[in-house]
């Protein structure tokens, strides 16, 4: 048995479940490792473990020991399944502030930080409160979120509409939230979700249809022509409607809802995402997108972008992840996650490469060890944009477009610029102009020593 793996094991385990025996700990260790180890090594591991209190019989966590709450634990959770996730997943309950990414939460941390203004560190307070009042055990599970929302002094700080959409984000994000109360599973899961808003109105199958390709194509598309998701939702469907029969869709105020709340909504004879309402983004996306083909994956495919949150992990993004967790974070996966999804979301958003670079290494004050790391950091970055799907492309990735003609783009791992509203194209950068790494210095004096 490897001593420090143990005790990563231990402090995963405890800070996922809350309680748990130590038979389960030594289970759960010998199959995912394929090494032995029993109870009693656990047990006497564990006294050395932060923040876990070893009882009798069980590994609980010293937030449930400090409320003097192990039994209520205890029957609240029995006779429940432990849910066990991949070794992965598991080890990243070691930070005890982690908070799996799903897309309940992401959608919650974009209306945040977009309307509300949060900075990171509010936002990883708020989804902590949230983590809280899903671990509680006992009492009404919407009085518990509200009461740690009121903990937090949030609905002081907003009008009652903003604190009404922000717990209507809330409650979605706690539905999917890994409980102790739950053994690791979530709410939602155990069918005892907070039914705040939800679930969406059913629709006729007919609507619903209709109503995820318009989701979709928008997702991914930014601005969907009526006439586009027509014509693809009939190639894909064998089926002849009409632009006409689309537009009826509107006319369903659940149907109507559905969109609203995939941030979809209707410009003329377009949808399109919410986030260019705005006339000057409409205006930008509009011209840069123009002439450009549309990216029509498959149908199954396709219906995953019914996600506002989705994205494609490409080759490109899982090796920035690597190089993030490896030599930026070092072990320190939950904020490396986090960061990756950030990069991502400045990839997909078209932010200038030397913008983005500054923002990203001033969102978690990173220093580069030497110019090798500075430079390989910004390669990775270059090869994720370039593999990236746009909404200025529709949907169609950099590379993508290179391939046919329509776009130069970074090559290798060179480091280059570009200006706003500009594609990532392939530039030599001068000793005397600014260093895209986002350092404000010149490239001689940072990055090209």
């Not at 991502?344 to 790391?373: C, H, R, W």
């Amino acid at each position: 048995m490897d001593r420090q793996q143990m005790l990563d094991y231990i402090a995963a385990t405890a800070r996922l479940y809350g309680v748990v025996p130590y038979e389960k700990v030594a289970e759960i260790y010998t199959e995912q490792t394929g090494e032995q180890a029993g109870a009693e090594e656990v047990r006497k591991l564990a006294r050395e473990s932060e923040k876990v209190r070893a009882e009798s019989e069980f590994l609980v966590h010293d937030t449930i020991m400090q409320e003097n709450e192990a039994e209520l634990y205890l029957e609240v959770t029995k006779g429940k399944a432990f849910y066990v996730p991949e070794a992965e997943e598991l080890l990243r309950y070691r930070d005890d502030h982690y908070v799996e990414r799903t897309a309940q939460a992401k959608a919650l941390e974009k209306f945040v930080t977009q309307r509300l203004l949060f900075d990171d560190g509010e936002v990883l307070e708020l989804m902590g409160r949230i983590r809280s009042a899903a671990n509680k055990a006992g009492g009404d599970a919407f009085q518990n979120l509200i009461a740690v929302l009121q903990a937090g002094d949030y609905i002081e700080q907003m009008d009652p509409d903003d604190f009404e959409d922000l717990m209507r984000y809330s409650a979605h994000m706690y539905n999917h939230v890994r409980s102790w109360t739950h053994r690791g599973h979530t709410p939602y899961e155990m069918g005892e979700e907070i039914l705040l808003g939800m679930p969406r109105p059913e629709l006729d199958e007919g609507v619903q249809e209709k109503v995820d390709y318009i989701l979709a194509l928008t997702h991914l598309w930014g601005i969907a022509p009526v006439t586009k998701v027509r014509e693809v939702f009939n190639q894909h469907n064998g089926t002849s409607f009409a632009d006409s029969d689309f537009a009826a869709v509107l006319k369903d105020p659940s149907a109507a809802e559905w969109l609203d709340r995939g941030f979809v909504h209707v410009k003329g004879d377009r949808f399109i995402h919410e986030e260019l309402l705005e006339p000057e983004q409409f205006d930008y996306y509009s011209k840069q997108a123009n002439g450009k083909p549309y990216y029509v994956p498959g149908k199954e495919e396709l219906l995953l972008y019914g996600d506002a949150d989705h994205y494609e992990v490409t080759p490109e993004l899982e090796k920035f992840q690597r190089f993030a967790e490896r030599k930026l974070f070092r072990g320190e996966e939950a904020r490396a996650i986090n960061w990756v999804d950030y990069a991502q979301y400045l990839a997909a958003s078209n932010t200038p490469p030397a913008q983005a670079m500054g923002l990203l290494l001033d969102d978690e004050g990173i220093v580069f060890d030497d110019d090798k790391q500075a430079n390989e950091l910004i390669g990775l970055f270059f090869d994720m944009v370039n593999a990236t799907r746009m909404w200025e492309n529709r949907g169609h990735t950099p590379n993508e477009l290179r391939e046919s003609g329509t776009l130069k783009v970074l090559e290798g791992g060179t480091a280059g610029s570009a200006g706003a509203g500009q594609n990532v194209i392939a530039e030599k950068v001068g000793r005397n102009d600014p260093c895209p790494c986002g350092s404000g210095k010149k490239y001689k004096k940072c990055c090209g020593k």
